[in-house]
């Protein structure tokens, strides 16, 4: 007999007990640990699942990018959380001014309280529970909003986080894009959105109502610059890798790549060459990951066809004698060479397989194209040349950087991770994240003797003499 559909979770009822457990009760070291513990141990138990239910999503998942961009990254926030945690937790002396003295100052971090989590489809499990991970060290309570885009994932969110948290610890509210702004709109004490920019800006706008703090974590597009004289072979072999990973389904992929211009053919034959080793097969590959839906799978096929309208020679990699499965969204990997600025595919975050290859002539150029367009949350850079490649991080502004390849900074649990401006603001993962769901709160400590009645009114005499000195 099949067990009955538990009831919806509402999301405002969600958060009234939350927020009435919160003040209650606020979890000490111990009870962080345990959680933390337990929570590592149902993301171990589950990673079968996770596989294949992110793969039913997608369509096809290549297990091996499940289990290293969802579970690792997870597991990996787990294991820094409670290797630092009581470090994190101890409060901090804190200097106080001259005039004050004896007086002595404290920071303790305390919990926010309860923490909204907003998630996409593209890493569904991870971007759900590496949020959760810094929160609940922090001390506080959450709620999760998984995306509606990868149902079977979503509810394996939900089985696990019911099995290691109370209903008073942790909330998971399932619904499409209306309950999504109505999550949004909730009085959370703090709340993090990862997904586009443009829905971003709907989400500021719904926190703005009640004065939620925020963390976006956006994307937006991702420049890779290809210094001269670096090996073309090793960037394209580096830029493949973080491309193709989850079919480019990244915030932070490569988007372009800004590639001398007498080099730029070389760089497409040697990017191909590298998918046909990855993949010697498109079609049957499991480890090619498809399009996680056909809304999103046309989208970019529209966007390819645009670029092909306004001239730009495309080359893509399918071996001879291959054809796409019906019923399964899979974009084989493809270049577009130089297409023109007001394409879309140089407008709009691609989040796919294609990638757009810009050529330049002078590398100050290169960089001044990077620079005039928004902040990205990734840039990429290769290069050999030590002092040109401190002169460009000297001028570049972005999310994070990574020199000589490409992804990989992501998952780096001492790395703060957000965007700036469009590609996000605020940060979390690791020890960053602890203090984003955190209040550093300055606390004084009065000495039972001190100066203080000298600066009491009336303004004369020695507390007059005083602040003439103090303020000399």
């Given at each position: 007999?099949?067990?009955?559909?538990?009831?919806?979770?509402?999301?405002?009822a969600?958060?009234?007990?939350?927020?009435?457990?919160?003040?209650a009760?606020?979890?000490?070291?111990?009870?962080?640990?345990?959680?933390?513990?337990?929570?590592?141990?149902?993301?171990?138990?589950?990673?079968?699942?996770?596989v294949?239910?992110?793969?039913?999503?997608?369509?096809?998942?290549?297990?091996?990018?499940?289990?290293?961009?969802?579970?690792?990254?997870?597991?990996d926030?787990?294991?820094?959380?409670?290797?630092?945690?009581?470090?994190w937790?101890?409060?901090?002396?804190?200097?106080?001014?001259?005039a004050?003295?004896?007086?002595?100052?404290?920071?303790?971090?305390?919990?926010?309280?309860?923490?909204?989590?907003?998630?996409?489809?593209?890493?569904?499990?991870?971007?759900?529970?590496?949020?959760?991970v810094?929160?609940?060290?922090?001390?506080?309570?959450?709620?999760?909003?998984?995306?509606e885009?990868?149902?079977?994932?979503?509810a394996?969110?939900?089985?696990?986080?019911?099995?290691?948290?109370?209903?008073?610890?942790?909330?998971?509210?399932?619904?499409?894009?209306?309950?999504?702004?109505q999550?949004?709109?909730?009085?959370?004490?703090?709340?993090?959105?990862?997904?586009?920019?443009?829905?971003?800006?709907?989400?500021?706008?719904?926190?703005?109502?009640?004065?939620?703090?925020?963390?976006?974590?956006?994307?937006?597009k991702?420049p890779?610059?290809?210094?001269?004289?670096?090996?073309?072979?090793?960037?394209?072999?580096?830029?493949?890798?973080?491309?193709?990973?989850?079919?480019?389904?990244?915030?932070?992929?490569?988007?372009?790549?800004?590639?001398?211009?007498?080099?730029?053919?070389?760089?497409?034959?040697?990017?191909?060459?590298?998918?046909?080793?990855?993949?010697?097969?498109?079609?049957?590959?499991?480890?090619?990951?498809?399009?996680?839906?056909a809304?999103?799978?046309?989208?970019?096929?529209?966007?390819?066809?645009?670029?092909?309208?306004?001239?730009?020679?495309?080359?893509?990699?399918?071996?001879?004698?291959?054809?796409?499965?019906?019923?399964?969204?899979?974009?084989p990997?493809?270049?577009?060479?130089?297409?023109?600025?007001?394409?879309?595919?140089?407008?709009?975050?691609?989040?796919?397989?294609?990638?757009?290859?810009?050529?330049?002539?002078?590398?100050?150029?290169?960089?001044?194209?990077?620079?005039?367009?928004?902040?990205?949350?990734?840039?990429?850079?290769?290069?050999?040349?030590?002092?040109?490649?401190?002169?460009?991080?000297?001028?570049?502004?972005?999310?994070?950087?990574?020199?000589?390849?490409?992804?990989?900074?992501?998952?780096?649990?001492?790395?703060?991770?957000?965007?700036?401006?469009?590609?996000?603001?605020?940060?979390?993962?690791?020890?960053?994240?602890?203090?984003?769901?955190?209040?550093?709160?300055?606390?004084?400590?009065?000495?039972?003797w001190?100066?203080?009645?000298?600066?009491?009114?009336?303004?004369?005499?020695?507390?007059?003499?005083?602040m003439?000195?103090?303020?000399?």
């Amino acid at each position: 007999m099949s067990q009955p559909t538990p009831p919806a979770i509402e999301p405002a009822a969600a958060l009234k007990r939350l927020r009435a457990a919160h003040r209650a009760h606020i979890p000490d070291y111990a009870e962080r640990m345990a959680l933390l513990d337990r929570l590592g141990e149902a993301v171990r138990r589950c990673k079968d699942e996770l596989v294949a239910a992110a793969s039913a999503d997608y369509g096809r998942r290549a297990a091996f990018e499940t289990l290293a961009g969802d579970v690792m990254v997870v597991l990996d926030e787990i294991t820094h959380a409670r290797k630092h945690l009581r470090s994190w937790m101890k409060p901090r002396r804190a200097p106080v001014n001259f005039a004050a003295l004896p007086a002595r100052g404290q920071l303790r971090y305390v919990p926010l309280g309860v923490i909204g989590i907003m998630v996409p489809w593209n890493y569904p499990f991870m971007l759900a529970l590496a949020p959760l991970v810094n929160a609940i060290a922090a001390g506080n309570r959450a709620m999760i909003k998984p995306s509606e885009f990868s149902p079977r994932t979503s509810a394996l969110v939900e089985r696990v986080v019911g099995e290691v948290f109370t209903p008073d610890q942790v909330a998971v509210v399932q619904g499409d894009a209306a309950v999504a702004a109505q999550f949004a709109a909730l009085p959370f004490d703090h709340l993090i959105f990862t997904g586009s920019t443009v829905v971003g800006r709907k989400v500021m706008a719904a926190a703005a109502a009640n004065l939620t703090p925020l963390t976006l974590e956006l994307g937006g597009k991702s420049p890779a610059l290809i210094a001269p004289g670096f090996s073309i072979k090793r960037a394209a072999e580096r830029i493949a890798f973080g491309k193709c990973f989850n079919a480019g389904q990244s915030c932070v992929a490569p988007d372009y790549v800004l590639v001398p211009r007498a080099q730029r053919d070389a760089f497409a034959d040697a990017y191909l060459a590298s998918m046909q080793q990855r993949y010697p097969t498109i079609a049957d590959n499991p480890d090619y990951t498809a399009i996680v839906d056909a809304r999103q799978a046309g989208r970019l096929r529209d966007w390819l066809e645009d670029a092909r309208r306004r001239g730009t020679q495309v080359r893509q990699y399918l071996p001879a004698g291959e054809t796409i499965p019906a019923g399964l969204e899979l974009i084989p990997p493809t270049l577009l060479l130089d297409p023109p600025d007001d394409a879309i595919v140089m407008q709009q975050e691609i989040f796919g397989p294609l990638l757009s290859l810009k050529s330049y002539d002078h590398y100050d150029d290169a960089l001044a194209y990077v620079l005039d367009r928004d902040k990205p949350l990734a840039f990429y850079t290769f290069d050999d040349d030590s002092a040109r490649i401190e002169a460009t991080l000297e001028r570049v502004c972005a999310g994070m950087v990574c020199v000589n390849d490409s992804l990989i900074q992501f998952g780096q649990t001492g790395f703060p991770v957000g965007g700036v401006g469009p590609s996000g603001m605020g940060h979390y993962h690791g020890h960053a994240g602890f203090m984003t769901f955190s209040k550093a709160m300055p606390v004084l400590y009065q000495s039972r003797w001190n100066g203080m009645k000298l600066l009491d009114p009336p303004y004369t005499g020695w507390g007059k003499r005083l602040m003439d000195w103090l303020t000399r």
